[in-house]
């Protein structure tokens, strides 16, 4: 007796992993539960994307995305799977657009790249603001100045710091907001509390 196929919580039927989905079943799914989202879709890239002429285009590109993905296995709960796609979508293309390739440019001039160093006293303040930056940061716990510099100056996201760190996603979230808490009391000090005033 063969076993029934497993379904989601809205009825789909769900593929064991490495099960390819039918070209039928992507456009049901798609239909069904990635077009209802595209007003909301929209505006979520209008919200996030500087250039307006672009959005249809990101919209295509999501949906492209979508639909390869779903050819291997259709995501259950769809919104989260397609935002996260849009999300990563947007990033991709502000990384490229901060990328000008060498041969772009043919006059290096033309790239407005500035030639004079700053001034000796500029200079002066910005390494003694390193130092403090650097002295505070030796002051925090070291599990946390880890996460901090992951995070600020790596730029890695959590999941990545997780990782790395060997801990939870939760933890790395729970560390880098000690490590600002502190390194803001340490610049800053700490604010005072307006409810204490008569």
């Given at each position: 007796?063969?076993?029934?196929?497993?379904?989601s919580?809205?009825g789909?039927?769900?593929?064991?992993?490495?099960?390819v989905?039918?070209?039928p079943?992507v456009?049901?799914?798609?239909?069904g539960?990635?077009?209802?989202?595209?007003?909301?879709?929209?505006?979520?890239?209008?919200?996030n994307?500087?250039?307006?002429?672009?959005?249809?285009?990101?919209?295509q590109d999501?949906?492209?995305?979508?639909?390869?993905?779903?050819r291997?296995?259709?995501?259950?709960?769809?919104?989260?799977?397609?935002?996260?796609?849009?999300r990563?979508?947007?990033?991709?293309?502000?990384?490229?657009e901060?990328i000008i390739?060498?041969?772009?440019?043919s006059?290096?001039?033309?790239?407005?790249?500035?030639?004079?160093?700053?001034?000796?006293?500029?200079?002066?303040?910005?390494?003694d603001?390193?130092?403090?930056v650097?002295?505070?940061?030796?002051?925090?716990?070291p599990?946390c100045?880890?996460?901090?510099v992951?995070?600020?100056v790596?730029?890695?996201?959590?999941?990545?710091?997780?990782?790395?760190?060997?801990?939870?996603e939760?933890?790395v979230?729970e560390?880098?907001?000690?490590?600002?808490?502190?390194?803001?009391?340490?610049f800053?000090?700490?604010?005072?509390?307006?409810?204490?005033?008569?």
């Amino acid at each position: 007796m063969a076993d029934a196929p497993e379904t989601s919580r809205d009825g789909n039927r769900l593929h064991p992993l490495g099960a390819v989905t039918t070209a039928p079943e992507v456009r049901a799914w798609f239909v069904g539960h990635v077009l209802p989202l595209e007003a909301v879709l929209t505006q979520f890239l209008h919200h996030n994307w500087h250039n307006k002429s672009d959005i249809q285009d990101l919209l295509q590109d999501v949906y492209v995305r979508v639909c390869d993905a779903a050819r291997k296995q259709i995501p259950d709960p769809t919104k989260p799977f397609v935002f996260s796609i849009a999300r990563n979508l947007l990033i991709d293309r502000v990384r490229r657009e901060r990328i000008i390739p060498i041969e772009a440019v043919s006059d290096l001039d033309a790239l407005e790249i500035v030639k004079d160093e700053p001034d000796p006293e500029r200079s002066a303040i910005a390494r003694d603001e390193l130092r403090k930056v650097q002295s505070a940061l030796d002051r925090l716990p070291p599990r946390c100045r880890q996460a901090i510099v992951l995070k600020q100056v790596e730029g890695l996201s959590r999941r990545e710091i997780a990782t790395r760190m060997g801990i939870g996603e939760g933890t790395v979230k729970e560390y880098v907001a000690e490590g600002v808490r502190a390194l803001a009391n340490m610049f800053y000090g700490e604010a005072p509390d307006m409810r204490r005033r008569n």
